[in-house]
């Protein structure tokens, strides 16, 4: 299938663009007859340096002659009937000889553009220009009418040239005839050439009334043109382009929209006006010397060329100046001794022979809170000295504006710019260097046309923040924030209100947190913000009418934190982006809750029914929280202390929900394997065969004020003794933080899970002797955030070992925690040594916890069951290798 057959089942909308790309000078019809032939001939030319390139003319050349050839050869062709399509084609082959015969590159290298439109427009067709809107249709219609009417002020203009020639001739005919009169001698014949004379005085009035009229007509037909160019700009610059640049802040702030096709179009159309204003200026010009030529004194007449040719220059001016845009903006938060990048482009670049001359663009830092920005910039340009302007060293801040012949763009893109020193204003009352704004300044000028016309030109960046410090960098997002939401198009820069709309607000925020993390947040996380912002409990929803004051924003901390609202905001939307994207986009993170909602909303769920909230209490946490059941069967909500973006980097949030056993659903009903399981961490190969592979493992640990059973490793099976914790923490701390069984007497533990475990024979059995194990064999140590080897709880206790003619000799644990903490007994005459040991070969040393009952029970645990006998073969083996699974299977099975 040809191109122009898939382009025909493109949307009209689309068909309507296209038919705009050719534009009036190329008929549609000629691309619709020679589709083919066109398309063989264009869609693989090589790409050529420039338009003046000898092979570019001698194969455009070549091309226009067959053009008109093949055109006048498919006129021919067409049916009988198609009179129609005739006139057209033969018509398009006149035109083309008459327009294009003195520069072919022009049309050769405007199909060649055309063709590739039409395959961006195939490819992306949703990114085509929406023609649908009026005013864009009114923009097109009015550059189709603007070109007509150039076309047409040039043929008239070319049409009074020749009247004036034809007037020249008859005034030289007159004064010839004149000088010749007196010279006749006969009375008829001079009379008669006095009557021929008068009569061609009286022609030549007529021919100088006629060519007055038809210059008048002109001149009217210029002041219409200028009119409808300067209404046309209007809309392209003041609408579209200043449209495009508001686009840049939201963008600043995730917005989408933000396409290249959407610049493409407007380069368009400021090309198509750059070549009408640039044509209606020759025309003024051309008038103007003719009509000094005639030499002719019209005095009821005011002359309005001069006023004409003003105003079309500064149309042009206008046009230009505007049209030297930032493409790329700079990152907007700037760091010093940082590389950053940024692109400038000229949208008229194509035109005028500006990229014959790859304009010097230079960068300079100036500032955007001392006093006005534009005001600098003009200062700037206007002294061509930036250094004097400038607030700061910017390295590689030089480059030339380079045509690419791919992109038909005139652009230059400094990607290795670097800020060495910047200068800061003296600051007033609680400003700080992250409310002071910046901006970057690209400057340059040039000659147009043929040099006679030279303009300079400056453009200056989205505000910019400068930090020194990577803990700079939220309070600086929240200047920037609030100026890419707010900022009017039209301001003082960089001014902004000190008080905004909620709602404004909430969509901006939104609008960043969707750009950060890939999803937005809902009604009712955006609701959650709005009380929390305010510090208080708001109707849903909450009227247009609410404002927010910037102080509200990111000055004044929240009740009862060391943080404001935006630092909160931020470290979420931080910790989101970088370890919770997945979840958060699948819609397994609410996130943005109160906390007594999320209880509400649990208590009615069945029990190990959890979610995920934002911890109020502590910046870039998550928390879970869910549903266990009481000693009295009732429901009970629990929370798990926050984590945080660095207990993340050990071991991910999907990793940690699937370590938690008493987790089963996700809020409402859905299994926590179906919501987390394609986040986890899958199992790794050992890096070394010869040893035995370990892993970490959350594990939920009782709170210090716990006062029932835990047993280990798993999470226990009752939480009655955990309490909701209050305001300031979204969880307890645990008592226990580690259980070790050490081998003795050198240590090697092996890790399963967040506990580690080793035991050893006793020394004092015999080779030949049946080993049994025995508290002796193992040094056991319960160690506690809340104590350490110099704990205020004293030092370690030791208890000596007993011996019975029935077993081997066994370790006496304490029957009790009151009894290790009153020191060891003494049995059988056994006496502690003076260095602490007992007398016996080997002890059991126990660090005393935080918590009493956790050891009881530990004591009771390592014991459990346990009567002497004798360890089998198997079990050494178990326990030489550090293999056990667990403490209460080497208990049991022993």
């Known amino acids: 299938m040809s191109l122009w057959a898939r382009v025909n089942q493109l949307p009209q909308p ?80 006149r035109n083309f000889r008459q327009l294009f015969s003195h520069n072919p590159a022009q049309l050769y290298l405007h199909l060649i553009n055309c063709l590739q439109r039409e395959r961006q427009c195939i490819a992306y067709p949703e990114e085509c220009v929406n023609v649908q809107d009026p005013e864009i249709i009114e923009v097109i219609n009015g550059l189709q009418e603007l070109q007509r009417m150039v076309l047409e002020n040039g043929n008239d203009n070319r049409n009074l040239v020749k009247d004036y020639e034809h007037l020249l001739l008859e005034i030289h005919e007159i004064t010839k005839n004149k000088a010749q009169l007196e010279a006749i001698e006969s009375p008829q014949i001079r009379e008669h050439t006095r009557t021929t004379l008068a009569q061609q005085e009286r022609q030549v009035n007529e021919t100088v009334n006629h060519i007055t009229g038809n210059r008048l007509n002109l001149v009217n037909k210029f002041r219409r043109t200028i009119q409808l160019t300067s209404q046309v700009q209007d809309k392209v610059l003041h609408k579209y382009l200043t449209q495009w640049k508001i686009n840049q802040g939201f963008a600043g702030n995730g917005a989408s929209g933000m396409n290249a096709s959407n610049l493409d179009t407007i380069q368009a159309w400021c090309e198509s006006l750059a070549e009408i204003i640039w044509n209606t200026k020759d025309q003024i010009r051309l008038a103007m010397k003719n009509k000094s030529k005639l030499n002719i004194e019209e005095t009821n007449l005011p002359d309005y060329l001069p006023q004409q040719l003003v105003d079309v220059t500064n149309l042009l001016k206008t046009l230009i100046t505007t049209t030297f845009i930032i493409e790329k903006q700079p990152p907007q938060v700037m760091k010093t001794n940082t590389r950053f990048a940024a692109t400038v482009r000229l949208l008229i670049g194509n035109t005028l022979n500006i990229r014959m001359s790859n304009p010097l663009v230079r960068v300079s830092i100036i500032s955007g809170t001392s006093y006005n920005a534009k005001a600098q910039a003009q200062a700037t340009q206007q002294s061509n000295k930036a250094s004097e302007q400038s607030c700061g060293e910017i390295m590689n801040n030089t480059g030339n504006l380079e045509y690419n012949e791919t992109t038909k763009q005139l652009s230059v893109s400094f990607r290795n710019m670097q800020l060495k020193k910047i200068k800061r204003a003296e600051k007033k009352g609680t400003e700080s260097v992250m409310d002071e704004k910046f901006a970057l ?81 809902t009604p009712e996380n955006m609701h959650f913000l709005c009380e929390k912002a305010f510090r208080a409990s708001l109707q849903y929803p909450v009227s247009n009418d609410l404002t927010i004051t910037w102080s509200q924003f990111c000055k004044e901390p929240l009740p009862e934190r060391t943080f404001t609202f935006w630092e909160w905001f931020y470290a979420a939307m931080k910790v989101t982006r970088e370890h919770l994207r997945g979840p958060w986009n699948d819609g ?307």
């Open 441 to 521: 300044l690209f400057q340059s000028s040039f000659a147009v046309g043929h040099g006679d016309l030279v303009f300079s030109v400056w453009t200056i960046s989205l505000p910019v923040v400068v930090i020194v410090h990577g803990n700079q960098e939220p309070q600086s997002w929240a200047t920037i924030t609030w100026d890419n939401a707010f900022a009017d198009i039209n301001r003082v820069p960089f001014q902004v209100p000190d008080k905004v709309s909620w709602n404004l607000l909430a969509e901006a925020l939104n609008t960043k947190f969707r750009a950060s993390t890939g999803r937005q947040m």
């Open 588 to 894: 397994s993170i609410i996130g943005f809750i109160h906390k007594s909602k999320a209880e509400d909303y649990l208590l009615k769920c069945p029990r190990g029914t959890f979610l995920l909230r934002f911890s109020d209490s502590e910046l870039g946490g998550i928390t879970i929280a869910w549903v266990n059941e009481s000693n009295d069967g009732q429901p009970q909500i629990l929370h798990i202390q926050p984590f945080t973006a660095k207990d993340f980097a050990t071991r991910s949030l999907s990793d940690r929900i699937r370590d938690f056993e008493d987790l089963f659903y996700l809020y409402p009903n859905k299994p926590k394997n179906e919501a987390f399981d394609r986040y986890t961490t899958p199992p790794g190969q050992p890096r070394n065969r010869n040893y035995i592979p370990s892993e970490v493992r959350a594990v939920l640990m009782p709170s210090p004020n716990n006062n029932n059973p835990i047993s280990y490793p798993n999470t226990p099976n009752s939480y009655n003794h955990l309490q909701s914790p209050d305001t300031s923490r979204d969880t307890p701390t645990s008592g226990i933080s580690e259980v070790t069984y050490r081998r003795h007497p050198e240590p090697r533990p092996t890790v399963l899970g967040e506990f580690r475990y080793a035991m050893s024979l006793d020394g004092n059995c015999s080779s030949d002797s049946s080993p049994a194990y025995s508290g002796g064999n193992v040094y056991a140590c319960v160690g506690s955030p809340a104590t350490s080897d110099t704990s205020p709880q004293g030092p370690a206790q030791k208890f000596p070992r007993v011996t019975s003619p029935l077993q081997p000799p066994v370790q006496q644990l304490p029957a009790s925690v009151d009894q290790f903490n009153n020191g060891p007994p003494v049995v059988d005459g056994d006496q502690p040594m003076e260095d602490g040991r007992s007398s016996q070969t080997n002890s059991l040393t126990l660090r005393t916890s935080a918590n009493d009952e956790v050891i009881q029970k530990l004591v009771e645990s390592m014991l459990a069951d346990y009567q002497g006998g004798p360890v089998d073969e198997c079990t050494i083996d178990q326990l030489n290798n550090n293999c056990f699974s667990s403490s209460a299977s080497a208990t049991n099975g022993m």
């Open 14 to 93: 689309v068909l309507e663009q296209i038919r705009y790309i050719y534009g009036n000078n190329f008929p549609i019809e000629v691309r619709h007859y020679l589709a083919e032939w066109i398309e063989d001939r264009l869609l693989n030319v090589p790409a050529y340096q420039h338009d003046q390139d000898s092979s570019c003319e001698q194969d455009a050349a070549s091309f226009l002659n067959q053009l008109i050839n093949e055109l006048e050869r498919t006129a021919i062709n067409l049916p009988e009937d198609n009179v129609t399509g005739r006139i057209r084609l033969n018509e398009s082959a």
